[in-house]
C-alpha cells in the first residue's frame, strides 16, 4: 500500500487582544511555530484588538484569498463583555463544523476541568477555507493544534481529513 505524501496547507494566524502585542503574542508565536515546523506555509499574521468589525475584516480579507486555505484565530472566545470572536467569526460560516469546539472542549476538560464552560470555540468553512476560533491562552492553542489542527490539516490522516476535501469546499 502506497503511504500518502504529506501536502503543505498555507495558513494565517490572527491574534485577538486589546492587551498584547505581536512581540508579547505567545500564543500566536506557538501557533506559527507549530505549523512551520510541521511544514506548512504561514500566509500571515496579525493582531487585532477585541473589536468584532476589525476581526472580520481581517479574516474576510484572508477567505476571500484563494491561496489562504486556513485561518487559525486566537483570543476572544471567553464571556467577558470584550469577548467576541466567535459572534465575528460566526457570521462569515458557509458552513458550521461543531464537532471541533465540542472536541477542544472535551479534551481540554482532562487538563482544565469544568473551566471548559468558559470556552466558546467554533470553527467552520467560509468560501473554501477553514476558519478555526480558539482561545486566547498558549496552553489551549497547543492543545487545538496537537489533538486537532494538526492531524485535520495532515493529508496522510486515516480515515480522512480536511486536507482531502479542500479541492471539493466550493463545489455547487
Known sequence: ???KE???????VLTVSDSRSLAQDKSGDLLQKRLVDAGHVLHDRQLVPDDI?????????WVADA??????????TGVTGRDGTPE???VLFDKTLDGVGELFRSLSYAQIGSSTIQSRAVAGVAN???????PGSSGACALAWDKIISLQMDFRTKPCN?????????EK
Open 67 to 76: 491561496k489562504c486555505q486556513v485561518v487559525i484565530v486566537t483570543g476572544g
Open 88 to 90: 465575528a467569526v460566526s
Open 53 to 61: 468589525y476589525q476581526i472580520r475584516a481581517v479574516i474576510s480579507q
Open 1 to 3: 500500500m502506497t503511504q
Open 162 to 170: 480536511f486536507v482531502e476535501l479542500m479541492p471539493r469546499l466550493l
Open 128 to 134: 473554501g477555507t477553514f476558519v478555526f476560533s480558539l
Open 6 to 12: 504529506f501536502i503543505p496547507v498555507s495558513m494565517a
